[in-house]
Nanobody, 123 residues
Framework: VQLQAYGGGLVQPGGSLRLSCAASGDIFSINAMGWFRQAPGKEREFVATITWSGGSTYYAGSVKGRFTISRDNARNTVYLQMNSLKSEDTAVYFC?????????????????WGQGTLVTVSS
């Protein structure tokens, strides 16, 4: 499974941004996709996850109500819509995929990773 994340950029506080993650390769083996982020000097942290078939979602408390994860199976793409962005959302965002389990929140549970895309929230 190969993942390609894109859509990062500079946005003002309170603004919105949508990240995309395109999957290719052994798509049918994917069980769930997730978004993680890593700020400078901090560990990689869970943001959101969605099951590939049923579309069940789970969010970190820090983004719940502001971020929405969704998927388009026809396009093999997962999205992260980020609204009401705050400076503390600044980080490199990564998409990931796994082949088993649901609501997985730990990086070690995802064997496949895309390259990161930088999101900077600043005025």
């Amino acid at each position: 499974v190969q993942l390609q994340a894109y859509g990062g950029g500079l946005v003002q506080p309170g603004g919105s941004l949508r990240l995309s993650c395109a999957a290719s390769g052994d798509i049918f083996s994917i069980n769930a996709m997730g978004w993680f982020r890593q700020a400078p000097g901090k560990e990689r942290e869970f943001v959101a996850t969605i099951t590939w078939s049923g579309g069940s979602t789970y969010y970190a408390g820090s983004v719940k109500g502001r971020f929405t994860i969704s998927r388009d199976n026809a396009r093999n793409t997962v999205y992260l819509q980020m609204n009401s962005l705050k400076s503390e959302d600044t980080a490199v965002y990564f998409c990931a995929a796994n082949q088993k389990g649901s609501y997985n929140r730990f990086p070690s549970e995802y064997p496949y990773w895309g390259q990161g895309t930088l999101v900077t929230v600043s005025s």
